[in-house]
C-alpha cells in the first residue's frame, strides 16, 4: 500500500451533537507565507476581548524547541521520513496542550496555528477533539498574489528564528523552496469531501470568501470577523472630548459641554491633525455634545455613533464619585471590587460596553485612516481590543483628556504612540483603592479620586 495516499474522505467518529458552551478548536490551513499566524493571532485578541479564554498553540514553535530553528528546506520535504516524523510529533505535542487547555485549563478556544495542509493532519485534530465533543472550526487561507507572499516573507519569515543571522537573499530562497516542499501534498479544504466540516476559506487577503456547515452562533461571529479584516496600511487615532464641564467639577456622565480649555483643545487637535498630512481621513464621534464639539473645526466627514457614547452610568448620572460614596457606598465598593464586571444600578459595566463596541471594532478593522473622539471608557475598551490587553488591565487603563494615541496596526500587533496636547486639563484617572470592602471608611474608599472643582 501507498504509505503516502490520503484518506478521500475524513474518517467517522461518533457523533457529538452540538453543545451550546463547548470548548472549540479554531485550526488554520495554508501554505507557509500565506497569513495564517497573523490570522490566529488576531482571532485570538478578538475573542479574549469579547470574554473567551483563548490561547494560540503555534505548532512551529513546538518544532523549534523539539528540533532546532535553524532546519533548512529539505527537513520539509514530504519524502524525509524523519523530518516527517519529528514534525507529526511536534503537531501532536501541540494537539495535547490544546486538549488539556480546553478540558482542564479552563480554555474555551484554542487556535492550533500550523500549515495542517493535507487531510491526513486535519483528521489528527478531528480525531483528539471530536470525541470530547470540542468543536472543531478550520480557517483556510488561500494567496496566489506574488507580491503579498513576498511581502509577507519579507516582513515575517525574515525575522523569525528560523532564519536568524542568515543573509537574506539565501534565506528567501530556502525559504520559496520549503512552499515547494509544502506544495506537493497540498490539500484544500474540499466542498465535496469536507462537506460535513465547519470551515472557511480565504482567498487574496479577503478578496472573496467560501464558507461550509457554519452551525452555531460563534462560528457565525468568527466568519464575520474575518470577513472585515484587512492588510492595508493605516492609521487609526484615538482620543477623548475635550475638558468638558463636568470633567471639571469631578462629575461623571451627563452631556455638558466643553469648558474654555476644551474648546481650545478642539482647535489645537485640528492643528496636530492637519500635521499628519492624512488624506481621506474620517472622523467618528459619540452623540454626546462634548465630543461633537471637539471635531467641529476638523476638515473630513464626520460620523456620529450611539454606540460610542460613554458607559451608562444609570443612577449615578452627572454625580462626583464623593457624591457616590455617600449615597450609595455599597455599590461604590462593588465596582472597586470588580470594576470589569460591575454593572450601575440601571446602567452599564464594562463588559457590557465591550459588546456594544463590536461594530465599532468590526468597523475600525474595515476602515483605513480614522480618527475616533470619544470617552475613558470606551476609550479603554477600544485600546484594550487593539493592544490585547485583559479585563484586568481595561478598566484601569490611562486615557488622559487633550492626549491622542496613534494605533498603527503592524504584522502581529499594533504599535502605540502618545502624542500629548499642550493644552492644560483636570486629571479623571482613578486608580483602584486598596481597600474596595463595603465596610471601608469613606476616606479609605475616597482616597485615588483625582482633584476637581
Known amino acids: 500500500m501507498d504509505q503516502h495516499k490520503k484518506p478521500e474522505t475524513y474518517s467517522q467518529v461518533p457523533y457529538c451533537p452540538p453543545v451550546t458552551h463547548c470548548g472549540i478548536c479554531i485550526a488554520t490551513v495554508g501554505l507557509p507565507a500565506r497569513g495564517k499566524t497573523y490570522i490566529a493571532k488576531k482571532l485570538a485578541r478578538y475573542l479574549r476581548w469579547i470574554g473567551l479564554n483563548t490561547k494560540v498553540f503555534n505548532v512551529g514553535e513546538y518544532r523549534r524547541h523539539q528540533v532546532g530553528a535553524e532546519k533548512s528546506h529539505e527537513f520539509f520535504h514530504p519524502d524525509n521520513q524523519e523530518g516527517q516524523k519529528q514534525r507529526k510529533l511536534c503537531a501532536l505535542m501541540a494537539m495535547e496542550d490544546v486538549m488539556h487547555f480546553l478540558k482542564e485549563g479552563g480554555g474555551q478556544a484554542a487556535v492550533f496555528d500550523a500549515t495542517n495542509s493535507t487531510r491526513e493532519r486535519r483528521q489528527l485534530i478531528i480525531d483528539h477533539c471530536v470525541p470530547s465533543c470540542i468543536k472543531v472550526f478550520f480557517i483556510e487561507s488561500i494567496c496566489e498574489d506574488n507580491d503579498v507572499i513576498a511581502e509577507n516573507i519579507k516582513q515575517v519569515k525574515l525575522c523569525s528564528p528560523d532564519y536568524k543571522e542568515q543573509d537574506p537573499e539565501e534565506a528567501v530562497k530556502d525559504f520559496l523552496m520549503r512552499i515547494k516542499n509544502y506544495e506537493i501534498r497540498y490539500e484544500t479544504l474540499d466542498h465535496v469531501k469536507d462537506k460535513d466540516l465547519s470551515w472557511v476559506k480565504i482567498y487574496n487577503v479577503g478578496q472573496r470568501y467560501e464558507a461550509n456547515k457554519i452551525e452555531d452562533h460563534l462560528e457565525a461571529r468568527l466568519v464575520y470577523y474575518l470577513m472585515n479584516i484587512h492588510i492595508r496600511q493605516r492609521c487609526i487615532y484615538l482620543c477623548r472630548h475635550g475638558e468638558s464641564i463636568c470633567n471639571m467639577y469631578g462629575r461623571i456622565g451627563g452631556n455638558s459641554e466643553l469648558s474654555e480649555r476644551g474648546k481650545q483643545f478642539a482647535k489645537v487637535l485640528k492643528d496636530f491633525m492637519d500635521e499628519q498630512n492624512m488624506t481621506g481621513f474620517k472622523i467618528w464621534t459619540s452623540q454626546l455634545d462634548r465630543t461633537i464639539q471637539t471635531a467641529q473645526y476638523l476638515s473630513g466627514p464626520i460620523e456620529q455613533w450611539k454606540a460610542l457614547n460613554e458607559l451608562d452610568v444609570g443612577e449615578c448620572e452627572a454625580m462626583t464619585y464623593e457624591e457616590i460614596q455617600k449615597k450609595f457606598p455599597k455599590e461604590f465598593a462593588l465596582r472597586d471590587e470588580n470594576k470589569f464586571h460591575y454593572r450601575y444600578p440601571r446602567g452599564e459595566s464594562y463588559e457590557d460596553l ?100
Open 354 to 453: 465591550v459588546h456594544r463596541l463590536e461594530p465599532v471594532i468590526m468597523e475600525l478593522e474595515r476602515q483605513q485612516n480614522v480618527l475616533v473622539i470619544c470617552h475613558q471608557a470606551v476609550m479603554r475598551c477600544i485600546l484594550a481590543y487593539f493592544l490585547d490587553k485583559d479585563i484586568k488591565e481595561l478598566p484601569y487603563l490611562k486615557v488622559p483628556l487633550h492626549t491622542v494615541m496613534k494605533l498603527t496596526p503592524v504584522a502581529y500587533g499594533c504599535i502605540l504612540e502618545v502624542f500629548e496636547i499642550p493644552v492644560p486639563c483636570v486629571d479623571t484617572h482613578r486608580l483602584q483603592p486598596e481597600f474596595v470592602n463595603v465596610s471601608r471608611s469613606d476616606s479609605d474608599a475616597l482616597k485615588t479620586v483625582p482633584d476637581h472643582l
